[in-house]
């Protein structure tokens, strides 16, 4: 599940809202320009006002890349931070940008590090539908930040004495983590949805990487109307156990 790569597709900065994904494009598109991977803030900097006419201090970027290496990696060299984008921040922009993919379950452990990196870079109140509902679930979903807020709408759970203990101990340590039942089994499709992003899956997370499946990135637009779907259904299930 690499987002962007299969196409090698160009992201424009311009289009992007956020210091953030303006930056991680940038690095982006530099490495379709070039072998090296490896970029300093000033270089970022400075192609993104040469390229895109947009103005960003080299120690604005340099403190945005420091407080999100979930997104790049980061050595010293030569007494100054490179950066190097992880597929964290390939995840992240092609979020904001949308992209279909393809997970490829010859491929299944990367597959599965690649959706824990995104699960991870989510932020604020993650809404996440799935009609099945087990132990694997909760232990792909340990993937995404303990300060989120966690909330789950299935119709098939397979209870067992593991899962329990998973969801026991999850909520225990402190994270936020609902899950509820509707009241008729309307539930097909598989999605997740955080306060910037949408991603549908072609498959359960407990059967994630098993498969050949499509992921798709959703709009903006598409993922407002999933939210108001979803907080609607979540009011009249019924919370599980």
């Not at 192609?47 to 790049?72: P, Y």
């Not at 306060?195 to 059967?207: F, H, P, V």
């Amino acid at each position: 599940m690499e987002p962007n790569d299969p196409q090698e597709r160009f992201v424009d900065p311009v289009n992007l809202s956020e210091d953030l994904d303006r930056v991680l494009a940038a690095l982006f598109n530099l490495g379709l320009d070039s072998d090296h991977r490896w970029w300093s803030a000033a270089e970022v900097s400075r192609m993104l006002r040469e390229k895109h006419g947009v103005r960003l201090h080299w120690r604005t970027i340099d403190a945005l890349l420091s407080r999100n290496l979930n997104c790049v990696d980061r050595r010293r060299r030569k007494g100054r931070h490179e950066y190097y984008l992880l597929a964290g921040g390939k995840t992240r922009i092609a979020a904001v940008c949308g992209s279909v993919t393809m997970v490829d379950p010859a491929k299944a452990v990367q597959e599965v590090v690649q959706l824990h990196q995104f699960l991870g870079a989510l932020i604020g109140n993650i809404r996440v539908c799935d009609p099945y509902f087990d132990y694997a679930t909760v232990e792909h979903l340990d993937a995404c930040s303990p300060q989120c807020t966690i909330n789950i709408l299935t119709a098939n759970v397979r209870d067992s004495g593991k899962l329990r203990r998973l969801l026991n101990a999850a909520q225990a340590s402190g994270r936020d983590i609902h899950v509820r039942l509707p009241a008729t089994p309307i539930l097909h499709d598989r999605f997740i949805i955080d306060d910037r992003s949408m991603l549908i899956l072609g498959t359960s997370l407990n059967g994630f990487g098993k498969k050949q499946c499509f992921v798709v990135r959703a709009g903006e637009n598409v993922r407002v109307g999933m939210i108001r779907w979803f907080d609607g259904l979540w009011g009249t299930a019924k919370e599980w156990p």
